[in-house]
């Protein structure tokens, strides 16, 4: 089954300067693959901000690399991700950062555009990846100015999650998959004494579930250029009137604190719950919760979710020593080919083929699994998660909570995100 048995590895290098590469040059030249490592013992930095269940799963298959691979070793550096994205920049640049690592695809954009990662196209070809093992919108996403930076590891998105007891309370037999189907569970549930079956967040995830809806009513948040946000769009505008109307059809309470609908969930006080699948081994571990998962309803016109993706990287750093080049390739190639270990995480595999071998029979995301092309992932623009972290999701609290009117709030956000978005084109270059 694997790729990476099937090919060898030479270590050699040279070609264009990872400077060159981020003036439209490409990278340094890739060492020839051919899929083993032989040349002397290297010492590979790798960094990840897997610190939660996820972890345990990723080290056991660093261990695993590293036994199948003696004269590789690994050093992992595991930090949460938001200190994560802070870090890596700035010790890359120094040299004392990863030579190779994982980043989240929605910073796969900027990352490339400050010249901190490589492009990854000839890896690519060589492990002959493309977007006939992976769907056409994860395998995209990765790509910044006609160079791919990223390998996807994984996707992740929202799904439902409903307590299992009170569906038999309210005589619900199947999850809502769709508005209908939701407007009929609500009061069902309400009149089996759950006075408020779901709670909508005013922070996390609610610009995910707003991005959802968006998709869904068939509208987009940026345009192509990168340089406007479309929040109040009429399909935008839309979005948010539903999530308000959550609180103003009595559905959910109206001042949802940060993290309280979740764990209004857990202790069984929710009857439905709009969360990533990354908290599924968190719920399985949770005492006296009956639990179902099921896919984000379609509350619009198109069937369409957020989602992101763990996606392989290689820095600049790394391609200053051949050897590290070649070995992080190796590393890259084997993990991506036994990512099916990974599921266990509760992650869903980036490839078609892991799925395809049964890595996900028997677990709760496989569900999840089954709607894989209906997942959307933000376009690669620079510095995107910090326009949404400053714009949208703050506009998007005001809103559900009734300080602002959705239009009001989405049309605010549009334009604090667009200024940011063309102060961004400005400091990247486009």
């Known amino acids: 089954m694997s790729v990476v048995a099937g090919l060898a590895l030479a270590a050699c290098g040279g070609g264009a300067s990872p400077e060159e590469a981020a003036q ?11 899929g083993e490592y032989d040349g002397p013992e290297v010492t590979l930095s790798y960094w990840n901000g897997f610190t939660g269940g996820d ?36 010790a890359v640049n120094a040299g004392e950062g990863p030579d190779v690592g994982i980043m989240h695809l929605t910073q796969i954009a900027t990352n490339a555009a400050r010249n901190v990662i490589v492009p990854l196209d000839d890896l690519a070809e060589n492990l002959e990846l493309s977007a006939d093992d992976f769907t056409e919108e994860v395998w995209d996403a990765s790509v910044y100015n006609d160079q791919r930076y990223g390998i996807p590891l994984d996707v992740h998105s929202l799904a439902m999650y409903y307590n299992q007891d009170h569906f038999t309370a309210a005589g619900i037999t199947e999850a809502p998959t769709d508005l209908a189907s939701l407007e009929e569970a609500i009061p069902k549930l309400q009149a089996a004494g759950y006075a408020t079956p779901l709670w909508m967040p005013q922070r996390w995830p609610a610009h995910l579930i707003y991005l959802s809806l968006l998709w869904q009513n ?4 940026y345009a192509e250029e990168g340089d406007e946000a479309l929040y109040n769009s009429a399909e935008g505008v839309e979005a948010m009137e539903f999530m308000r109307g959550a609180v103003d059809q009595g559905w959910s309470p109206s001042n949802v604190d940060p993290d309280a609908e979740y764990v209004a969930f857990k202790n069984g006080e929710v009857s439905i719950h ?9 719920l399985e571990a949770t005492e006296g919760l009956n639990y179902g998962i099921a896919a984000f309803p379609t509350i619009g016109e198109e069937d369409a979710v957020w989602a992101d993706s763990h996606n392989f990287f290689i820095t600049k750093q790394a391609t200053d020593d051949e050897n590290k080049y070649a070995a992080a390739q190796v590393f890259v190639a084997w993990i991506s080919e036994q990512s099916g270990e990974w599921a266990g995480s509760g992650m869903i595999p980036a490839r078609q083929s892991v799925r395809d071998s049964g890595a996900l029979e028997g677990l709760p ?14 376009p690669p623009i620079p510095g995107v998660p910090t326009v949404q972290g400053e714009a949208l999701e703050p506009a998007i609290s005001e809103a559900v909570l009734g300080n602002a009117e ?15 978005m063309k102060r961004n084109l400005e400091s990247f270059g486009g």
């Open 406 to 420: 959705p239009e009001a709030a989405m049309t605010t956000a549009a334009e604090q995100a667009s200024e940011l």
């Open 274 to 282: 709009f969360n990533g699948i990354w908290q599924i081994n968190d």
């Open 24 to 34: 439209g040059g490409g990278a340094a030249e890739a060492p020839e693959f051919t």
């Open 55 to 90: 972890g345990p799963f990723m080290t056991q298959m660093v261990d695993d690399f590293m036994a199948e691979h003696p004269n590789i070793k690994v050093e992992s550096n595991t930090v949460q991700w938001a200190e994560f994205y802070q870090r890596v920049p700035a």
């Open 365 to 378: 995301q496989a569900v999840i699994a089954e709607k894989i092309d209906t997942m959307r992932f933000l």
């Open 218 to 221: 068939g509208g987009e948040p």
